[in-house]
């Protein structure tokens, strides 16, 4: 594996979450320096040693709501 992409959002009660794009891996946490800290975290441990991605991919989703 190449690659890992991981979708994040924004949460509710603040801070943001992160999850993988296949592989079951889930993360948080309050700031984004932390958050990129935990994938990685995430990821090592998800995977056997050499077995994990080379990147990883963020891909931040944002919502905005316009009033009509």
Do not use: K
Not at 26 to 40: G, H
Request: net charge negative.
């Amino acid at each position: 594996m190449n690659e890992i992409i991981f979708q994040v959002e924004e949460a509710p009660e603040g801070g943001y979450t992160a999850h993988a794009l296949g592989p079951a891996i889930f993360t948080e946490a309050e700031t984004l320096d932390e958050l990129r800290s935990m994938v990685r975290d995430a990821v090592r441990c998800h995977f056997d040693e050499g077995q994990g991605p080379r990147l990883i991919r963020l891909h931040f989703v944002h919502d905005e709501v316009l009033a009509a």
